[in-house]
């Protein structure tokens, strides 16, 4: 009898969770105000003789980019993007060239660079020339057994943000059991480091929202973990499958607030897979090509203004039976104020805005592109900045 | 009349159940193989009709380098070897340590080499090392690799040769 009652108990929270989830994928309605647009403001070539790869570019005070020279591996090339001007070379140390694939770089000043890379359970630290500072592991941070939590930088739109004032590194570390775990809900995210001592000093953000709600549905990897900005005491946390942004108190953990960020466009995200999915790798890619999902929410500094991109649905396949590329996707980006108000919606077409190709500048965005360049040119860029939106 | 509408109905479900059963072709995982087949002809101009028996077996070169040592290590076992195995490389690879496997595998089977990964444009359900086993046009058999499953890979190969 017993049983049967508490089967019943978990059926009935299984249903409630499902219809919470259901309600959570639909956008909330929110007072918007069309004020401000997104255009283009100049092109930004700069020559040079290589050939340039990276995931996503790295701008270091609007004016230093670091990119990735892919014939020579372990090369990196650094840039002057206003006055269009290759800085110079430098070779990123044997020590991780010969273990890891790069991701991509936090910048705290020009000789002190975190590179983050596939190994996923590792923060490096470089010196100006390449050469290796320090590495932390999670295991560092007492974590043990390796993996069992996991840095999501190999994914290279995450990245961590370092307080040099107080030492303390701000990241997300993820259960390694992901995605499916039955009380994954429950385990923190969010991890505050010193990086002197290696000895954490908080852990906080459990998931929330479509991510707490989901239980052992799944979504596809990359788009499972949460997005991580830090602007002084406030950490905010959004998700690429979830229209609200939640913002923590990063001293305490405290959950202050949930806001609403989401484009007039896209009103609804589907419902995960069944876990059981997950061993079928094109099933969980079929729903990554179609699926509509947000980027990284951006913060603008010189112009006190946020802005979180939008990618729209688009159909699996292309008239020639291939996979759709996405070279052609939609992409809203919403403007929004401090307070996380919706103040703008500027839309891309064309694949203009391409996944995960966008820098965030104090003042607007840098979109990498190869659209309308020669190859002649390294760094094909297209500053945009905000203007107010003419009736 | 009810009772002959019940059976109709009855028969009517059978019937419908039947056919899913048989066209379910899940069983054998060859659900992606029309994108496998697609991705043959435009990548490497390879007509998969006109050839008699191949198993392909698709090596992520810049997946999980834990993953790919387990099947580079059971491609190149001494006693293990299938004529009928064609090896597909995708991706370029970055590590000297498995780079003279890398080579050994080519002296030992034919290859087709995928640097630019233009599989990810196909549907043919990659994404782990993949097996895929034709005959005379029809796919016999296709797996995604996991690594618990390398001995259950290696004995259906041997089986088939």
């Known amino acids: 009898m017993l049983i049967i009652v508490f089967g019943f108990i978990i059926s009935c929270n299984k249903e409630k969770n499902i219809t919470e989830l259901a309600g959570l994928l639909t956008a909330p309605n929110v007072d918007f105000r069309d004020s401000l647009d997104i255009i283009l403001n100049r092109e ?5 003789d290589s050939n340039f790869t990276y995931l996503r570019p790295t701008i270091f005070r609007d004016t230093i980019l670091l990119a990735y020279v892919k014939e020579k591996e372990n090369i990196i090339s650094i840039f002057n993007l206003k006055t269009k001007s290759h800085v110079r070379d430098f070779e990123i140390s044997p020590l991780i060239h010969n273990r890891d694939k790069y991701s991509t770089f936090y910048i705290h000043n020009l000789d002190s660079i975190f590179l983050l890379t596939s190994n996923n359970t590792s923060i490096n630290l470089l010196n100006g020339n390449g050469g290796l500072i320090k590495s ?22 995450h990245t961590i943000y370092f307080n040099s004032k107080t030492n303390l590194v701000y990241a997300s570390l993820i259960p390694g059991y992901f995605p499916t775990s039955s009380n994954f809900e429950d385990v923190p995210q969010q991890v505050v480091f010193n990086l002197a001592s290696n000895i954490i000093k908080l852990k906080y953000g459990p998931p929330e929202g479509v991510m707490k709600m989901k239980g052992d549905l799944v979504f596809p990897g990359d788009l499972s973990f949460p997005y991580s900005l830090t602007i002084n005491e406030r950490t905010y946390i959004s998700y690429p499958l979830d229209h609200f942004v939640y913002i923590y108190n990063n001293e305490t953990g405290i959950l ?3 806001k609403a960020a989401c484009s007039s466009e896209i009103k609804n995200f589907p419902f995960p897979l069944p876990s059981e999915m997950i061993k079928d790798s094109q099933a969980m890619w079929n729903f990554r090509v179609q699926t509509p999902f947000y980027e990284t929410l951006n913060y603008h500094s010189k112009v006190k203004l946020f802005t979180r991109a939008v990618h729209h649905p688009q159909e699996l396949k292309e008239m020639s039976g291939k996979l759709n590329t996405g070279k052609s996707r939609r992409t809203s980006v919403i403007i929004l104020d401090s307070t996380l108000q919706v103040i703008g919606e500027t839309v ?7 996944i995960n190709g966008a820098v965030p500048l104090s003042d607007g965005l840098l979109l990498y592109s190869n659209k309308g360049f020669n190859n002649n040119y390294a760094i094909p860029s297209l500053k945009y900045e905000f203007v107010p939106k003419i009736d | 009349m009810n009772l002959c509408l019940r059976l109709i109905k009855s028969s009517l479900f059978l019937l419908i159940a039947t056919i899913l059963i048989c066209c379910d072709n899940s069983k054998s995982n060859c659900k992606y193989y029309d994108g496998f087949k697609l991705y043959l002809s435009q990548v490497y101009d390879l007509d998969i009709s006109a050839k008699d028996e191949r198993i392909f077996y698709v090596l992520p070169l810049e997946g999980c380098d834990e993953c790919l040592k387990i099947n580079l290590n059971l491609l190149l076992e001494r006693n293990f070897y299938s004529s009928k195995v064609t090896i597909i490389l995708t ?17 030992k089977y034919p290859i087709l080499e ?8 196909f549907e043919t359900g990659f994404g782990k090392p993949l097996l895929v086993h034709v005959k005379n046009g029809d796919c016999l058999f296709a797996t995604s690799i996991a690594d618990s499953e390398i001995e259950s890979v290696k004995e259906y190969i041997l089986d088939n040769s």
């Open chain 2, 114 to 121: 995928d640097g630019k990964n233009l599989i990810h444009q």
């Open chain 2, 91 to 107: 991706g370029r690879n970055f590590n000297d340590i498995i780079k003279g496997q890398i080579e050994e595998i080519k002296r």
């Open chain 1, 44 to 48: 930004i070539r700069i020559k040079s």
């Open chain 1, 256 to 258: 202050v607030e949930k």
């Open chain 1, 136 to 157: 932390w592991s999670s295991f560092d941070l007492g974590i043990a057994p390796l993996n069992t939590y996991i840095f999501p930088y190999f994914l290279p739109q």
């Open chain 1, 348 to 354: 891309f077409n064309d694949g203009i805005y391409q």
